[in-house]
Structures are given as C-alpha cells and as structure tokens.
C-alpha cells in the first residue's frame, strides 16, 4: 500500500482512544534532524524548529510525530518533515532508512535523556538532509538553520526540550562533527 492509499481516518486514534493507549503501550515515533549538506555530502547546516512548548515557553525542537498503523517507517518520516517544513522541503530520505540511534522517551523524567510527560514512547532517529525550500509549518513558528558548530553550543541545547538537544548532539556525533 502506498502512502497516498493509506487511508489516514482508519489509522488515527481519536483523543480518548490515544490517551487509553498512551496509558498502557509504548509508542512508536521518529525523529528527523534536518540537514542541508554540501556537493561533497558534509553537513553545512541543521535546521531547528522554533515552537511553544507545553509550559507556554519558547523551546527548540527536531521534526518528530507518530508512526501510523500500517504506515511504513519511511513513509512516515516523509509526511512529518512536510508537517512541519512544507510540501516542497524536498527530503532525501533512503528506500530503506537506517536510524542513527533509538530514543525512549519516558513520562518519569530522568529514566532516560528523553522525557514526554503524555506516554512511553520509542522513536527511530534520522539524519534527512532536505534540499527543497523549508519553512515552518502547522504549529512551528520558525525554522533555524544553523551550522553544526553553532548548533551544538550549550546556548542552544539549552533552548530544546524533551531531550531534543541530547538527539541533536548525538545525531552530529554520529555524523563526525566534534561536539
């Protein structure tokens, strides 16, 4: 099944149905940190989503959301990079793509670097380099590239939330860049 035959009504839990199994199940996300990279395949720039966090405070944050029920991986990394950085982001995203780490993101903070005060959730983590034009969307407020050495610094780690900046270092270790 493609992803344009994947009828999303059937695959989308209502509120209730999704706070019961929050409740009782881990769930399964992806994370994505959006790259713009060079002719050589470098990284020159990472780009951060500006939002309002849950506490009413601006935070930083990577491209993240739900795997659907009988979406593919893939599949979902593509439409939440569109989510969130528009239709004509352009992702290079592999026919079968590898994560660059696991993320489990728990309710309790402090199990683990990730927290989500909602659920326990898995999420697959992927470096995307994107080559379209990106801007923010649905509930993004801006969108930030900046080069990896500035992306690291503890000014901006600071500035994201739910463990994003721990992803975010990990994801330019795993690429090569000295943190």
């Not at 992306?151 to 500035?159: D, G, K």
């Amino acid at each position: 099944m493609s992803p344009l035959e994947l009828h999303r009504e059937s695959a989308w839990l209502s509120r209730e149905d999704l706070d019961a199994a929050r409740e009782r199940l881990p769930i399964l996300y992806v994370d994505a940190v959006p790259v713009r990279v060079d002719d050589r395949g470098a990284v020159t720039a990472v780009g951060l989503l500006l939002r309002i966090g849950p506490d009413g405070g601006m935070c930083r944050e990577l491209v993240s959301g739900r795997v659907l029920y009988q979406e593919r991986v893939r599949d979902a990394i593509l439409r939440h990079i569109e989510k969130d950085l528009g239709p004509v982001a352009l992702p290079q995203v592999p026919p079968s793509p590898q994560p660059f780490t696991v993320a489990e993101y728990f309710p309790t903070p402090g199990v683990t670097p990730y927290h989500d005060p909602r659920q326990h959730a898995v999420s697959l983590a992927f470096v995307v380099p994107v080559t379209g034009d990106c801007a923010p969307q649905q509930d993004a407020l801006d969108l930030t590239w900046l080069s990896p050495q500035e992306a690291c610094q503890s000014a901006v780690i600071a500035e994201m939330d739910r463990g994003h900046g721990v992803l975010l270092r990990q994801a330019l270790a795993h690429l090569g860049h000295p943190l």
